[in-house]
């Protein structure tokens, strides 16, 4: 009977791991809003269920997101979860087979061949079949020996830094499945109930003559290694292993990220798995900084000691949230931190009274880039004027910032003062269609201002619908063009296609190495609030040396802050799309003299 | 200086014996790019909220130095961190930091004489 403690680890790290995760989970259910307990309630019983399991089932056990990062990465994550749970499944229907019942005490499903013997209905089919799975786990623990030692192949080409404790629980989940192999062996090799690796390895045994004794520490080794993985567990990433269910689940009853740090977030932040596929999809490792990306700050998060300098260091670019194998809201996440961070100080903009704004049909919103660029506020008005459109420009003289650059920096109590302002006055002027000229303004326009009926266009969007509806017509020119895709408009707002459509009618478009919702950033984003003007050059460099491989006419961009950030970086002209546009149709119609300076 | 016939405006200078200097400390502990400053007044000329009022950042860096914060607290309110200022400056001053800085500043620290 004594010989039986060994099971103990086992238990205890069982007990412990579903007590903490019991206590997690009532918790941050408790905490949730009123309207998202209502939101679980509805959900439970529908059809999101379902899809939420199949979900589960496909990226919590399958890894299907991350093969598509890279296979062999997918292949060694798969094979650890879902290989286990087939493993930790059909022992269990080998257990309850074997004792005919369901009432068979966890570790004797667990530890079965150590307890059982006797030949049954099926047993040579489990242990063969178990001794499969058992060899398919293994495949993926030796690949996660070889991925420390050789991460690129993997498509990694930096990986997370780990704390004593996250070795500790690394080294019990690498020793888990090689404890089991060499248990099962020696007790193969004692009473010959082992597949076609247990049973070879047994043979092995055999030849050295093992005794009892050798069998049980063994099975020690590895009820021990199970029970510290389990302990580790909650307090470590692998947390994410139960959380990334519950995360799913919540997302799939319609739960979203609120601006401020509730339970919605601890739930995304405990489900990052720290896989560190956002540490290479961060641009800012060219400036030699490695200690801002999301992986680490979702760490410092959960241990509460996040630092400004790390939490304002961020561009704000998205690409690590694309990159996200668990889809996590990385940028919203890092933003209800700022919001923390800086709720104290908020301003109340007293100064901005409202005015009588004139009536029309479009309403053009430039933003503060726009002004600071004004060769695209002059060729967007130029086109309108040549489209003969009624429009009026809002914020000509005296007008207030649209808010995002606010939002961005966590002053979110500030922003909302300029966006009501800015609304009313949008709303005032009885416009069908709000036409914004810079993408940071169009992203919070359309997440943030309420504008009901109204059509917000950015003008990419709007002067194709132009040219398609014969209103303008470009030139088609000899130059060679290529686009960057702006964060805020491209992975920020989802436009990718418009923007080309019209450089396809102007000019021969080339496509760049790395576009669409891999684009780089400009480096100029007003996101980032503590990045050093070297650094930035840094990242720019990089971002132009990709843009501007094949050496081409013009750099076209639809982002004033873009345009204005490869400027100083580069000698190839650098335009925006409306610039482009109105160079395309004054060579052809000559509408020359009386369309100069139309915004004076 | 007066021996010589110079004479220097009391609102231009900076007596370091007695100004109280813990806001400038902060900020530039933690943002040094803002030393670097040369009051050249391109933030100001370019500033969104310079348009609609009399803010101005150029003389906001004086005040900081000559530690008159409660008018500092005034006129910081005004700033709308558009962030033209940092795309001017060409001495790549991060401001928008410095602003959120004075704004932590003089909420968070002790600025007592």
């Known amino acids: ?600 | 200086m007066k021996k010589f016939g110079f004479t220097t405006a009391q609102s231009r200078s900076i007596d370091y014996d007695k100004v109280n200097t813990k806001l400038i400390k902060y900020i530039i502990e933690n943002e040094s790019s803002f030393s670097t400053c040369i009051s050249c007044g391109a933030c100001t000329a370019t500033c969104s909220a310079g348009n609609i009022t009399h803010f101005n950042i150029r003389r906001l860096n004086i005040q900081i130095r000559l530690g008159k914060y409660e008018t500092i607290k005034q006129e910081i309110d005004k700033c709308m961190l558009c962030g033209k200022c940092m795309l001017v400056c060409p001495r790549g001053i991060n401001t928008r930091n410095v602003i959120m800085l004075i704004k932590k500043g003089l909420t968070t620290l002790d600025l007592s004489d």
């Not at chain 1, 307890?115 to 499969?132: I, Q, S, T």
């Not at chain 1, 398919?136 to 997370?160: C, D, E, H, P, Q």
């Open chain 1, 1 to 600: 009977m004594i010989e039986e403690y060994f099971v103990l680890p086992f238990i205890i790290g069982l007990f412990v791991l579903l007590v903490t995760l019991a206590i997690k989970y009532v918790s941050w259910i408790v905490q949730l809003s009123h309207i998202d307990k209502l939101r679980v309630l509805q959900g439970f019983f529908t059809r999101r269920t379902l899809s939420a399991i199949k979900k589960i089932w496909k990226e919590c056990l399958l890894h299907t997101r991350i093969f598509k990062t890279n296979p062999l990465l997918g292949y060694m994550h798969m094979s650890f979860a879902f290989g286990w749970f087939v493993l930790i499944l059909v022992g269990h229907i080998e257990s309850y087979i074997h004792a005919e019942s369901l009432s068979v005490p966890p570790w004797e499903s667990i530890f079965f061949r150590y307890f059982h013997h006797e030949h049954f209905v099926g047993e040579r089919f489990f242990a063969h079949f178990m001794d499969f799975i058992l060899l398919y786990i293994l495949s993926g623990v030796f690949l996660a020996y070889a991925k420390r030692l050789y991460s690129r192949v993997f498509g990694i080409k930096r990986s997370t830094k780990l704390k004593p404790k996250d070795r500790i629980a690394l080294l019990s989940l690498w020793l888990i499945f090689p404890a089991r192999l060499f248990a099962e062996g020696a007790t193969a090799s004692l009473y010959g109930n082992g597949g076609f690796v247990t049973g070879t390895l047994g043979g092995v045994f055999s030849f050295f003559e093992i005794n009892s004794s050798f069998e049980l520490a063994m099975w020690w080794i590895y009820s021990s290694s199970l029970g510290v993985f389990f302990i580790t567990l909650p307090f470590t990433r692998y947390m994410h292993i139960p959380t990334e269910v519950l995360f799913i689940l919540l997302r799939e009853y319609g739960i979203q990220l609120k601006k401020e740090y509730n339970s919605v977030s601890k739930i995304q932040v405990y489900s990052c798995s720290r896989c560190g596929i956002c540490i290479d999809a961060c641009q800012m490792h060219h400036a030699e900084i490695s200690n801002n990306q999301s992986v680490y700050i979702l760490k410092n998060m959960r241990d509460e000691n996040l630092t400004d300098r790390k939490l304002y260091n961020c561009l704000l670019c998205g690409r690590c949230e694309q990159a996200c194998p668990v889809g996590i809201n990385l940028n919203d996440l890092r933003i209800s931190q700022r919001i923390q961070a800086s709720k104290e100080f908020n301003s109340s903009y007293d100064f901005l009274t409202y005015k009588n704004t004139p009536q029309t049909d479009v309403a053009y919103f430039s933003g503060c880039m726009t002004h600071l660029t004004p060769g695209i506020k002059e060729s967007v008005c130029a086109i309108l004027e040549i489209a003969g459109i009624n429009y009026l420009f809002l914020d000509k003289e005296k007008g207030a910032c649209c808010g995002r650059p606010l939002m961005q920096a966590g002053q979110y109590q500030a922003a909302k003062k300029l966006i009501d302002y800015n609304r009313q006055q949008i709303l005032d002027s009885g416009a069908h269609t709000l036409l914004v000229s810079c993408p940071i303004c169009y992203k919070v326009f359309k997440d943030d201002y309420e504008l009901g009926q109204i059509n917000i266009k950015h003008h990419s969007e709007y002067f194709l619908e132009l040219i398609n509806a014969g209103y303008i017509s470009p030139r088609k020119s000899d130059n060679i063009i290529v686009y960057h895709d702006p964060c805020e408009l491209g992975r920020g707002a989802n436009i990718y296609n418009e923007p080309r459509e019209i450089l396809k009618k102007i000019g021969k478009f080339r496509k760049v190495r790395i576009e669409k919702n891999q684009s780089l950033c400009c480096s100029g984003s007003l996101g980032d609030l503590s990045l050093s003007m070297p650094d930035r050059n840094i990242i720019k460099e990089q971002t132009l040396s990709v843009l501007l491989k094949h050496n081409p006419d013009i750099l076209a961009t639809a982002c004033p802050l873009c345009k204005k950030t490869f400027v100083k970086g580069t000698f190839i002209q650098v335009k925006d799309i409306a610039e482009i546009l109105v160079d395309s149709i004054k060579k052809k119609t000559a509408l020359l003299p009386e369309m100069e300076n139309v915004c004076e």
